[in-house]
């Protein structure tokens, strides 16, 4: 099993320093004023984890990507602990010709197989659902 060493230090208030894994910053903030808050860097790393797959798997298959946006759309539970209950993810894919039934394959490999993110938050009793829309350039 393969491990990975993070830490956070409190900087003040609510703001804390992250070092991640791989020894990049992160600043986070609980009231949001000097960075994101930790739930809304869960929300964050699976729309780079789910998008990330997306680009791989479409340059894969040699359709012509210039960019990918995924807007999230979360629900939280309205009692503490105020865990995400339902997440919609929404893929913008811009490229030329590129085909809706490759993006469709794409989002559906990294939902149910690639992306480890979404596994872990959909073991985790989270709703996750998608769609997507496709922009000539």
């Known amino acids: 099993m393969a491990e990975s060493k ?6 003040e ?24 808050s930790p739930m809304e860097l869960v929300l964050l790393g699976l ?3 789910a998008s990330y797959d ?18 999230l759309t979360a629900q939280r539970a309205e009692t503490i602990p105020a865990v995400y209950t339902d997440i919609h993810m929404h893929f913008v894919v811009t490229g030329q ?3 809706d039934k490759q993006v ?11 992306c480890s993110a979404s596994r872990m938050l959909v073991q985790g009793g989270v709703n996750i659902t998608h769609d997507f829309e496709v922009v000539a350039s």
């Open 97 to 99: 010709g590129v085909a």
């Open 6 to 11: 993070a830490s956070v230090t409190w900087q």
């Open 13 to 36: 208030n609510k703001a804390f320093m992250g070092v991640s894994p791989s020894g990049h910053n992160v600043q986070i903030d609980a009231d949001k004023e000097k960075g994101a």
């Open 47 to 49: 729309g780079g984890c």
């Open 104 to 114: 469709e394959k794409a989002i559906k490999l990294s939902s149910e197989k690639y």
């Open 54 to 71: 997306v680009i791989s798997i479409l340059q894969k298959s040699r359709q012509a990507v210039t960019d990918v946006r995924c807007e």
